[in-house]
C-alpha cells in the first residue's frame, strides 16, 4: 500500500511562487508515474504534470508549461515528488493532488486522474490578483 503526504500549498499574489511535495512512503520501486492534478471548485480533476520514477518522462499542461516545474527526489527510505510552481496566476488558484500508479503510465493515460491508484490528502493553492 502506497501512501502519499502533501506539504506544501498556502496563499499567494499573483507572480509569486510555491512549491509543493509529495512524498511516498515506499521506495521507488513500488511506484512508476507520479501526477500533480487540481481541483477548482465546481471543476473537474485536471491534470497538471508528470514524472516517472526514474526521472523521466516529464510532461505538463499546456497552461503551465514554462511556469511549473516537476522534480524526483529519492533515498533509500522515500520518494518526494516536487511541483514547483512559479508566475502564479489567480487562474492557478485550486486544491492541487498527487497521484501515483505503479503502472508506467503512456500519453494516452497520464493525464487521466482514474488511473491513479494512490493519492495524496490535497493541499489548497490560492493566487490573489
Known amino acids: 500500500q502506497v501512501q502519499l503526504a502533501q506539504v506544501g500549498g498556502g496563499s499567494v499574489q499573483a507572480g509569486g511562487s510555491l512549491r509543493l511535495a509529495c512524498a511516498a512512503s515506499e521506495r521507488t520501486k513500488s511506484v512508476y508515474t507520479v501526477g500533480w492534478f487540481r481541483q477548482a471548485p465546481g471543476k473537474e480533476r485536471e491534470f497538471v504534470a508528470t514524472?516517472?520514477?526514474?526521472?523521466?518522462?516529464?510532461?505538463?499542461a499546456d497552461d503551465v508549461k514554462g511556469r511549473f516545474s516537476i522534480s524526483i527526489a529519492s533515498d533509500t527510505a522515500k520518494s518526494t515528488v516536487y511541483l514547483q510552481m512559479n508566475t502564479l496566476k489567480p487562474e492557478d488558484t485550486a486544491n492541487y493532488y498527487c497521484?501515483?500508479?505503479?503502472?508506467?503510465?503512456?500519453?494516452?493515460?497520464?493525464?487521466?486522474?482514474?488511473?491513479?491508484?494512490?493519492w495524496g490528502q490535497g493541499t489548497q493553492v490560492t493566487v490573489s490578483s
Open positions: 497521484g501515483a500508479s505503479v503502472l508506467a503510465l503512456g500519453r494516452a493515460w497520464y493525464p487521466t486522474p482514474g488511473v491513479y491508484a494512490y
Open positions: 514524472i516517472r520514477s526514474d526521472g523521466s518522462n516529464i510532461d505538463y
